[in-house]
């Protein structure tokens, strides 16, 4: 059962985004090749676009806790700018300390108020936060007096580039993935019990390993990452943990999928979708923070549409808009395919006016591919109850038919 | 076994169809099926017996995989939905497909399309009052339809068939939620449309009695093959139930033995209930070790007052005592408290559909299944589903099937599978055994006695009378969301449930 859900887990309708990626990758790496261009994964793109990627991956995430949650955020571009806002105005004369808490706290509070208006008056989500997004943005517009705010203060500005710079190294990546490689062909002898029965796929893999070790012994192939990148590592590791790992991620995931089963299961489920809220106001402060610490000076209408590409990368990476479907590492995908496609632009040297159409297409491309081999590979089973006309694939288990026809009993 | 009606033309013929799903699944193993011009046939079988399938194939929704589907004597081609609805065969199912916000006249010409759009609004008026009067029956025509009872949608589903000129009727479950009175009617309808109209039906029910009131010939299905074919004037009751369930007979049979359970601990207390929703001032008690059996006609608010037990809707006033401490938090509080609820819409409350067997089975008792800091132990899930699927004989490829793909009666259950595991003792069952087939039927009955006999007390709401009078140690009685009766299943019967339920009794 085990081996059955890795083997699934490559399946295009699985893992349709890192397939997406692949090939966007391949294409960027022989357009570059033929116009003559350096290697385009070359160590300093790469490492330009994972820390363009970050800080979008750590909203993106958390977009899809949120969708998970069978809820709309679209605030979380004007919370990271309120953040960003209070980051600077507090740095210079209250410290980063401070600062970064005042940050935190403004951002969560929004979340906060979110959280209130969506589950105490029960308004739709997606109307709630369509009004913080503008009213938060507001208030940021009335407190700059529209105007750009810069960091003067050498010794501020300093301290706060420090969230963000100077990059950690990687350990050689060649080696890593050598020892892994050979670890693996370790482990699959030592499952078998035998060292003589070595399968084809062992010697690939040992010999993998070993050509691996040998050019990583004779190539610097580290990486420098800035620290959001760490972060976003971190947290994708952690928040798939905690989805799919501890009983907090199976109910969540249970409250999207039918809000109803779940309260009839007992689970508390006005906490876990306001717990969803905050949790996106707290990620969205941290990236103010980060943001801020990046360009130390702040554009009142900085960040305005990240909730959208955040959103975007969360659907790119199979997240249903219904709730009850998403995982924390194909929002990542999707987020890392979006800034290789813009990155690639530059590539190509598309023009600016192209570029949306090109990538709107791409968008709607990529999800009709693997709704597509989503469907194909779910044929109704026979059962006396599930004809196929209800048959639910991924859409909230809502079904307005059985609603009307609710008995009175 | 059928002499008279093989004399009459047969309208459909399968011969020799089989049916095996891309996953393997063989569903219909060369079944044979001769519906004679103007009958009412009754199809019945187990869940997964292939009663669906088998319509599916007559409905052109699905095509055999061996084997042919004869139509008046000539073999059809390229079988699909529109073809055979051209041939003049209409479907109505459990859930009709209505759309709410639209007028009856409007849903009644829906499935013409565009052709529809094209015909004078008094032509299709003209029409549809000529189809009400076939139907014998009159509903205003410019009603909404979400206004409507669920009776009146299944008539009017009917009535969509016959616009569309259909001649064949296949009947999915027509009355699985339907009282009484709006059964009669239909019957009604069924029979005049066949003895004047010529029109013939594939009638497919868990009801054995409906199916032998109603139809003239019934073909039984058991794993995909033919198990016989009847006159339904040579059948009765006890060998139907025989032949559907094949050689054991599941039925359920009461104990008469049973414990009394008069002095045991009450476990559950409700005092003075009233709420939004028409509960009208209900107290009662349940013991330990008793099954008490809720009886009410449609709108006597039975599902009103489980809710509210279990904290799915608000109390207004009153109270719920749980081993003498009064219940807060909602359904949170409820389930952590020990109370388990099975809801009536299984399929929309009970269960995640597109969830396997294995996590729906776990999402009530993940605090005992899982380990330390609040982690996922999957192989507890994985252990506990297998044990549901062997105690409770779920029918399935196993703890990773989705349940939404399974049959009405193995959702239900899952659905049971969620809680009997778990740390409950009070279970509120909510019309647990609709839409399932007799063999489960039989099943959960004896599954609501056990629980009650290891110590736990069921609270089960059920329409039918005799599941009542055969399950329950007493049945409370409900009339305009107030409780009128409470009665002694061994000094009691069908007509003075229903009395009581319809306030006969005062007069």
Known sequence: MRRRAFRDAFKVRNAGIFYALGALLTVLVLIAHFKGQPFYLRPVNAVNILEQTSLLAIVAIFSTVVLISGNFDLSIASTAALSMLVTIELVEERGLVVAVLGALVAAT??????????????????????GTLTAVRGLILVVTNGQSVALEDQKAIDSLSRLYYPPISTPNLLLVAGALLLAAAVFRVWRSGRASAVSPLGAALAVGGAALLVAGAMTDARLQLVRPVWLMLAVALATTLVLRGTVVGRRLYAVGGSAEAA?????????????????MALAAGIVGVLYAAQLTALNPNALQGLEFTAITAAVLGGTSLYGGSGTAVKSVGGALFLITLQNGFNVINLGPNWQSLVEGTVIIVAVAVYTLAARRSSAPIPGDAASESDFVLDESDADPQSKGARLGT | MIRREDAQPALLELEGVTKVFPNGTVALREVDFRLAQGSVHGLVGS??????????????????TDGRVVLRGEPVHHWAPGTARAAGIGTVYQNVPLVPT???????????????????????????????ALLGISIDPWTKVESLPIGRRQLLALLQVLALGATLIVLDEPTASLSRTERTIIFDVIRRLSSRKGISFIYVSHHLSEVLDLTDTVTILRDGRVA?????????????????TGAELAAFERSRDRSRSGGAEPLLEAQGLNTKTGVRDVSFTLRAGEVTGLFGMMGSGRTELLRALYGADPLESGEVRYRGRVLEGGTPGRAAAGIAFLPEDRRRDGLLLNWDVCRNASIVDLGRL?????????????ERALTAIDRLSIVTQGPGQPVGTLSGGNQQKVVFAKWIFGDFDVFVLDEPTVGVDVATKAQILALTRDLAAQGGSVLINSSEPDELLAVADRILVLRGGTLVAELEPAQSNENELIAYATGLDRT
Do not use: C, H
Request: no cysteine; glycine share 12%; charged share 20%.
């Open chain 1, 263 to 279: 309260r009839l299961s007992g689970i508390k489920v006005g906490w876990y979708k306001s717990g969803a809220f905050v949790a």
């Open chain 2, 47 to 64: 869940n997964g017996a292939g009663k669906s399938t088998m319509i599916r194939i007559v409905s052109g929704a699905d095509r055999p």
């Open chain 2, 102 to 132: 639209l007028s009856v006249l409007e849903n009644v010409f829906l499935g013409q399309g565009a052709a529809a759009a094209r015909v004078p609004l008094i032509a299709q008026l003209d029409r549809y009052l000529e189809l009400e």
């Open chain 1, 109 to 130: 509070a929004v979340g906060v108020l979110n959280a209130t208006l969506v589950q105490k008056l029960g308004i739709n989500s997606f109307i709630v936060t369509l």
């Open chain 2, 228 to 244: 016989s074919r009847w006159a339904t004037a040579d059948l009765d009751v006890g060998t139907l139930l025989r032949e559907v």
């Open chain 2, 370 to 382: 899982g380990g330390p800091l609040g982690t996922l132990r999957p192989v507890n899930e994985v």
